[in-house]
């Protein structure tokens, strides 16, 4: 699986948009990147993925850039909630070996304030 | 039920007792994962089941860790003789249809505490 670079941490205004960006310059043709985030306390959550066109669910928007070398997790309206640590995964989605674990880095900690 | 459900919540043992947590997939979840999560830390990958294919159990840090499932149901995780390095948080996460996309729902988890 591809190694990604995420900032270690980053805050946000309530209301405002939080722009998590992950860089994964060795992304190969078919892999996907996921997003998942973990609440204090809690288990991981999935958020969303993608390959290369960009996505959008009701919980976040994701940008992939053109080369795939980077990509960008927005969540347009933070609310004190959205507060967690918010991991980008690259890998391949399933099939043969590459279906199983998920190899979570030490991820971006998002603190959004009042 | 609606979630991926773990008990216990939260366990404490002493050093040297076996300790069994339980993991309720999501109905219908073919694929069943159970991860640690020390302190401060990330994930580490224990064990993932897929149907009745052989679990991948390439995570098991020792032979004190063992893990059964019975069909697509209920999961448990045993840790014998347990040590205070395996106090942590035991994640399960169960995937649709061969890990359909990797998208892991995962539990609240069990907390355990070796004293």
């Known amino acids: 699986d591809a190694k990604t670079t995420q900032p270690p941490s980053m805050d946000c205004a309530e209301g405002r948009a939080a722009n998590l960006p992950c860089n994964h310059s060795?992304?190969?043709?078919?892999?996907?990147v996921y997003w998942y985030r973990q609440i204090h306390s809690q288990g991981p959550q999935y958020i969303i993925h993608?390959?290369?066109n960009n996505e959008t669910n009701e919980m976040a928007s994701l940008i992939i850039t053109e080369d795939r070398k980077s990509s960008t997790l927005i969540l347009p309206h933070a609310t004190l909630r959205d507060t967690a640590v918010y991991y980008c995964?690259?890998?391949?989605?399933?099939?043969?070996?590459?279906?199983?674990?998920?190899?979570f880095g030490q991820g971006t900690i998002l603190t959004v304030h009042p | 039920g609606a979630g991926v459900s773990q008990s216990p919540s939260n366990k404490v043992t002493e050093k040297g007792k076996d300790v069994e947590l339980r993991c309720d997939p999501i109905?219908?979840?073919?694929?069943l994962y159970w991860y640690r999560q020390r302190l401060g830390q990330g994930l580490e990958f224990l064990i993932y089941?897929?149907?009745?294919?052989?679990?991948?159990k390439s995570g098991l840090p020792s032979d004190r860790f063992s893990a059964e499932r019975t069909g697509e149901s209920v999961s448990t995780l045993t840790i014998q003789r347990t040590q205070q390095e395996d106090s942590a948080v035991y994640l399960c996460?169960?995937?649709?249809?061969?890990?359909?996309?990797?998208?892991?729902?995962f539990g609240a988890g069990t907390r355990l505490s070796v004293l």
């Open positions: 060795t992304i190969s043709g078919n892999e996907y």
């Open positions: 109905s219908g979840h073919t694929a």
């Open positions: 996460a169960s995937s649709p249809v061969q890990g359909f996309k990797n998208i892991q729902y």
């Open positions: 089941f897929q149907g009745n294919s052989a679990p991948d």
């Open positions: 995964i690259v890998r391949l989605p399933a099939g043969g070996t590459s279906y199983g674990k998920l190899t």
């Open positions: 993608g390959l290369k």
